[in-house]
């Protein structure tokens, strides 16, 4: 934002004479004295008096140096904070006003305007940006008699600015929706804006009016009211707003002698814009680390926890390298319940410092494989990447053991950091990654084909991630996808890198191989899809002219449903290319049966305000050599905001399936034809299904009468295309997942083997500890968005809005097991699995000295147990019992609650009513009986409390114990054989000899019981008889 040299031209800047006369300028030599206040608050929509508030009052005094050069110094400041009406003077108001007096700035005045400031070198950023509201105030357009709209620059940024006469008045307004240079965000999701969506209630709306009174060319009076409301998902009545009121009246003017300039200090020039500064505040290894202390003391999955674990993700981005690897050392240790905090908050940090630790820890081995591919996930989410992470993380490339999750992260991070800066190719880290991938492809993929064909389809995908900086690779990936003799899998990962090459690079490559009618038509599809994701002219005759010729069912069906789903979508995003298609692009019509051609599928909903929406995409391609499949993919993008997050994108390609279809399906006929390759021809991969099922019936041509040298035509073809295609009959299949347009992961059939042998390892663990009776625990925290919009406010304070959501899991295992026989065997132990999801919004001014503005927090919690055990005796005795250690159950507990925040603290200011609104629970003998009750209880908020969202401020469904003293709950089931009389010996497992000659008679008792402390034991036996049986007899029950 800010130059910092210090030669004579700058300070000639802020020395400038004006170069003639001008509406409104400053008397030489004068001193102009301005009583200022400004107030920030921040509220719910229609609360009244439930607000917070920030403010400053005092003097802002004007030095005409000249008349159009001037110096401001702001005098007696009082900062003051407010709770519900109830103001007061600000904590460490006497530093504060030391700070903001202590430094003038100079700035030049021409014609209402304000085009440069010069601020001292030691003031630091947000006083300046104080300043930077105080001189906004005094800009304007004295000399307008006709409503007249200009850009203006201020504190606000760069705005549409409209002036108009009220009486004796000068009226400005802006619409602070339409400025530039004025958010600042830090988010972990990618997205793009929504074209052409409808802005009459946007998510956030922010005004600004201002009214001006002038006195011979003088501004002698103006009050200034900012709005900026928040309305979740545009409902009528519903959000937050923060107000803010600056006001600038003319107290005198008075002549005062001329300060020389070397008073000033050294300084720099900037503007009136916005100056941001870090991510937040530094933070002190030592409170971090006792950060990490209370979260290993807290309970796992409460509230105040996930509020913990939320600081501590935002402490470590106030910590440098050094400092993260010192907290390391000091508190890398597990808690007690083999819990690492700082592993689960690495991910979530998004610093250069986090992303230099979390590869150290990779590198050393000190993380296991699974944290180890979190911390690479994470790479692709960093918000404000760097060149100096990319040149940091490529020794991860050399790791065998995480290189392939490193390709994908990195170059995921590199097309983050182009998009941010623009052109990057040129920084050292990113020109090495792109070197390390060219070298890896060769001049035209076929190097590795033998070798490595799942590495090479990796390399080719890091391509696809990386995006701009990848445009040089162009040449080689058209050669790649060319060379026929690359297997499939390659040619198609090669035309699939261009999905984010821009536009302006050439792609003649895809469109001959879209044409290519001797290419195979899963080849020309894909060449086609990417083809048309840079529309033009050129491209629209192209298609228009192949599809008029088309011979391949699947080819033109596709392209037929592809250009109709387009003709008719609903996706905003593609509102440009469904505009532009000409009428006359179906030249062609194809049938378009679902499973059997290929197509696609465009499907988008939107909600009732059109305020959120989704758009689902996906494709189904057919080869003419299976009925099977061979690709899938599926996309989902929702619309939030004016915004489209591409969420989720699944790839799935299967070749030579149709023998692992048979042992799946059985012995269905349409299977059948497909058992034994050796008997079975290829068919031609670009035909129709119909001229291959020809193909392939070797009889049916001999009835038909086909004469001799047609029939050996078609079997000379049959043999080549076997040749060309019997080399490869093993399963090749690949599985790829993309999120926010990152593609993170992706395995073929090999890489899925391995991935089975692991966990298969992970879970025979897992097994042997449970078996020696240990128990295990698993705990995982995960931050799951960390987002930040923040916009200064006339008064030169920021406002944040944020949204921080975050989960926990806590699962305790422990059991033993003996196990003999199917019919002898025992297992006992428990399960005590509990999960938290929490939301917390909040708006409001980030002051210096801390916030004022309204939180909102909600969370849904369980917390469950089952404890007991099964054990089988020979056959015939069976035991289940349910043991009851807990008082309580918590099964359900949702809560939404809402806070004022001050400098000095938060204050909650739900008004619940005494008693819950709804309460429900189980009957007084159907809770004597179990010695358990279910209750459940809803509460609302009072009548006269606003509220955010139209749910519940609090329900719960949990189960309380009636009977203090339950411990067990008992089910146990027997069967006896009864030898009768005359009966020559016992069957020891008469079961298993139902139709033997003697007759024998069988007892059969189920009894269910449950211990208590409090009361005598219950046995309530539910069934008691005997039963005798003879082969050929009816049976009859016995008494």
Known sequence: MADTPENPEQEASCMTECAGPGAFYFSKGARYSYRYSSSSSTSLWGSGTQKSSLGLEGLAILDAVSGCHAVLRLQDIQVKSSLESKEEPGKESESLRMILEKFPLSFVFRDGKIPKICPQQG????????????????????????????????????????????????????????????????????????????????????KLECYQSFQEGLLEDTACTEFDVVRPFSEEGNGVQTRTHSTLSLLHVKPQALSNKADYGKFYVSSLLYEWEGLGPQSQVADVAESVR???????????????????????????????????QRSSFKCRDNWQP?????????????????????????????????????????????????????????????????????????????????????????SSLMKILKEA??????????????????????????????????????????MKDNAPEIRLAAIQAFRRIPCSVKRSGLAQLYQATEEDAEIRITAYYFFMKCPSEEAFALVRETQAA???????????????????????????????????????????????????????????????????EATLLFSPASFLPRSLMANLTIHVMGRAVNILELGLRLENAEKLAYRVFGRQPVMAAFRDDDKKSETKPDTDMELADGVNEKSGLARAGCPGGGHSKMKELQEKVTQRWGKRRDLQCGLSLKIFGNELSFVDCGAVRSHMKRYSLNLAELTVRLLKGQEVQINRRLSL?????????????????????????????RGTVDFKQLSDFSLE???????????????????????????????????????????????????MFLNTPEESMELVNFSSKLYLMT????????????????????????????????????????????????????????????????????????????PQVGQNRILPHPLLHPYHKLISAISVWLSLSYHSMTSAFCSHKLTCGSRMFEPGLPDGLLG
């Open 441 to 482: 492809l060769g001049e035209n993929c076929s190097s590795q084909v033998s070798k490595d064909s799942g590495r090479l389809q990796l390399m080719l995908k890091a391509i696809g991630n990386a995006g701009m900086a990848a445009a040089p690779l162009t040449p080689i990936l058209s050669s790649c996808a060319a």
């Open 342 to 430: 700082l592993v689960d908050a690495l991910p979530s940090c998004g610093t250069e410092a986090c992303v230099t630790l979390m590869k150290e820890l990779i590198m050393s081995g000190d993380v296991e494989n699974e944290e180890a591919e979190s911390f690479l996930w994470s790479l692709a989410f960093v918000p404000q990447p760097t060149a100096g992470m990319i040149h940091l993380l490529l020794p991860l490339l050399q790791s065998p053991a995480v290189s392939s999750s490193a390709f994908l992260s990195i170059s995921a991070l590199v097309h983050s950091l182009c998009m941010a800066g623009g052109a990057c190719e040129r920084l050292p880290g990113v």
């Open 550 to 616: 088309e011979q391949s069912t699947q080819v033109g069906a596709f392209v037929w449903s592809h250009l109709s789903q387009l003709l008719e979508t609903d996706d905003p995003l593609k509102h440009s290319l469904r505009d532009s298609l000409p009428d006359d692009i179906l030249s062609q019509e194809f049938e378009s049966e679902t499973w059997k051609h290929s197509s696609y599928s465009d499907v988008t909903f939107r909600s009732g305000s059109s305020s959120m929406g989704a758009n689902l």
């Open 903 to 978: 400098v000095d603290g938060v204050m909650n200011i739900d008004r619940l009513n005494s008693a819950p609104d709804l309460r429900s629970c189980t009957g007084e003998e159907a809770s004597h009986i179990w010695g358990w009750q279910m209750c459940s209880e809803v509460s609302y908020p009072a009548q006269v409390q606003p509220f955010s969202l139209a749910v519940p401020i609090s329900a719960a469904v949990t189960l309380k114990k009636q009977d203090k003293g339950l411990q067990q709950y008992l089910l146990e089931a027997a069967c006896a054989y009864i």
């Open 785 to 813: 968005a960390t987002e930040e919009l923040s916009f200064p406010t006339v008064s030169g304070l920021p406002v944040q809005l944020a949204l921080n959501a975050s989960a926990a899991i806590h699962i305790r295992i």
């Open 829 to 879: 132990g428990y399960i005590k699995p509990s999960a938290l999801i929490q939301i917390a919004a909040q708006m409001g001014v980030a002051g210096f000295h801390g916030k004022a503005g309204v939180k909102w927090v909600t969370g849904i919690r369980s917390s469950t147990s089952l404890d007991g055990g099964i054990m089988a005796k020979r056959g015939q005795e069976l035991k």
């Open 123 to 206: 003031d630091p950023s947000w006083v300046v940006n104080i300043k930077r509201g105080v001189l906004s105030l005094l800009q304007s357009s004295p000399g307008t008699t006709i409503p007249e709209t200009i850009d203006e620059v201020d504190v606000l940024g760069k705005c549409p600015t409209t002036y108009e006469r009220k009486g004796s008045r000068l009226l400005k307004t802006k619409d602070l929706n339409q400025c530039s240079l004025r958010r600042h965000r830090f988010t972990f999701f990618q997205s793009e804006v929504l074209p052409g969506m409808p802005s009459s209630r946007p998510i956030l709306a922010s």
């Open 294 to 328: 209370k979260l290993c003391l807290a309970q796992a999955t409460s509230f105040e926890t996930t509020e913990l674990f939320m600081e501590l993700v935002f402490e470590l981005r106030g910590l440098s390298a050094e400092a993260l690897m010192d907290l390391w």
